[in-house]
């Protein structure tokens, strides 16, 4: 299985960065992190709060720093291609967090749609959603969402 990377952020909007990293290996080891924001990193949304429950309280006293998040997702992921669902946000909230640092990934983020068929994409959100309630998953955060993807991907490829 590839590794599977989600992220977590303040809001959808511009000026929005990333919070929270995680992902799952393809052997399934999990990695995840909250991030200090820059000092001007300011935006938040409440509604995206809401969703990951992930305040910015908790964030500024439990976050990491941000050269050492970035630093270890290169030591965890170097040479690596890594899949997002949501290839385009995830995209830009990573390279956000890598100029912040003044690195570059040492791994390949790509859409997680390139490792589906159009069938296989037709039924993966279904299927997601029906993954999400057989493991009673409940919390939107990075690592279980990455898993929760890693699992669906798994799924939707297995023989009919």
Known sequence: MPTILDLEASGFGRGSYPIEIGFVEGRGLPFCSLIQPAPDWAHWDGEAEALHGISRDVLLRHGRPRDWVAQEMNRRLAGQTVYSDSWAYDYSWLAKLYDSVDLQPAFKLE??????????????????????????????????????????????????
């Open 111 to 160: 859409d997680l749609r390139r490792l589906l068929s159009e069938d296989e994409a037709s039924r993966f959100g279904a299927l997601k959603q029906q993954i999400r309630t057989e493991v009673q998953l409940r919390r939107h955060r990075a690592s279980a969402d990455a898993k929760l993807l890693q699992m669906t991907l798994m799924r939707v490829k297995q023989p009919a």
